[in-house]
């Protein structure tokens, strides 16, 4: 498949250089530890030299688009109680995630999921208020040692495409309370696609809620999320 690197660039901007970590794992000259380690290696530096919170959250715009780029997660907000946000960075997407469900009449509690530690601290610097509520550890095995979460908030690109779904079921079963929420925020994909829900949902990961807006870039492009339920017994 010929990719179109405007359009790459729309959704990734490190598109490159996440396709050659990608390729590397493929090939064996990476394992999964490895592949991880590497995803981590190409956000660490730029996040910390960062100026400004949402940069140190890889967004690239100000407030506003911020506002306009991420403010449709909201929709998926549908009860107070706590949420997890998980690859915090510097702690903005908490910061927002509380403001969109107080917005709605709901008192979320956010909490973050870090696996570079330097963001972990860089986020409990930034929220003192938030310091323990702020954890290092890898979404794929990690694990609360106390309560579970009401909602969880997870971008796909936290696992290999190929373990995309076993990271599902794993927040599901181990991070989430039995009827808690699991929300995937695709970003920019292509409208004709679902390659992310594709890569995660199955006969037993269900998807029950889908959004999605215009990119203003790209027509060929929306920005999307969508949901997973658990199922209390």
């Given at each position: 498949?010929?990719?179109d690197p405007g359009m790459e660039q729309l959704k990734e901007r490190a598109w490159?250089?996440?396709?050659?970590?990608?390729?590397?794992?493929?090939?064996?000259?990476?394992?999964?530890?490895?592949?991880h380690a590497a995803m981590a290696d190409l956000v660490r530096p730029a996040y910390?030299?960062?100026?400004?919170?949402?940069?140190?959250?890889?967004?690239?715009?100000?407030?506003?688009?911020?506002?306009?780029?991420?403010?449709?997660?909201?929709?998926?907000?549908?009860?107070?109680?706590?949420?997890?946000?998980?690859?915090?960075?510097?702690?903005?997407?908490?910061?927002?995630?509380?403001?969109?469900?107080?917005?709605?009449?709901?008192?979320?509690?956010?909490?973050?999921?870090?696996?570079?530690?330097?963001?972990?601290?860089?986020?409990?610097?930034?929220?003192?208020?938030?310091?323990?509520?702020?954890?290092?550890?890898?979404?794929?095995?990690?694990?609360?040692?106390?309560?579970?979460?009401?909602?969880?908030?997870?971008?796909?690109?936290?696992?290999?495409?190929?373990?995309?779904?076993?990271?599902?079921?794993?927040?599901?079963?181990?991070?989430?309370?039995?009827?808690?929420?699991?929300?995937?925020?695709?970003?920019?994909?292509?409208?004709?696609?679902?390659?992310?829900?594709?890569?995660?949902?199955?006969?037993?990961?269900?998807?029950?809620?889908?959004?999605?807006?215009?990119?203003?870039?790209?027509?060929?492009?929306?920005?999307?999320?969508?949901?997973?339920?658990?199922?209390?017994?």
């Amino acid at each position: 498949m010929t990719l179109d690197p405007g359009m790459e660039q729309l959704k990734e901007r490190a598109w490159q250089e996440v396709a050659a970590i990608d390729r590397a794992l493929a090939e064996g000259r990476l394992d999964e530890p490895g592949w991880h380690a590497a995803m981590a290696d190409l956000v660490r530096p730029a996040y910390l030299a960062a100026n400004n919170p949402y940069a140190q959250a890889g967004h690239g715009g100000d407030a506003a688009s911020w506002e306009a780029s991420r403010g449709f997660l909201a929709a998926a907000l549908h009860r107070s109680g706590t949420i997890l946000d998980v690859g915090c960075a510097g702690g903005i997407m908490m910061e927002s995630l509380q403001r969109w469900g107080a917005a709605k009449g709901l008192a979320l509690q956010p909490h973050g999921l870090e696996i570079v530690p330097e963001l972990a601290e860089l986020a409990r610097r930034r929220l003192p208020q938030w310091h323990e509520r702020i954890y290092v550890g890898n979404i794929r095995t990690w694990e609360p040692s106390g309560q579970r979460f009401d909602l969880a908030l997870v971008r796909p690109e936290y696992a290999p495409q190929h373990r995309r779904a076993e990271m599902a079921r794993h927040i599901l079963d181990r991070v989430l309370t039995p009827n808690g929420r699991l929300i995937v925020f695709v970003g920019a994909e292509e409208v004709a696609q679902r390659r992310v829900e594709a890569s995660m949902a199955g006969p037993d990961l269900a998807v029950h809620g889908r959004v999605e807006v215009p990119h203003p870039g790209d027509t060929r492009l929306v920005r999307r999320l969508f949901w997973m339920d658990g199922q209390a017994t």
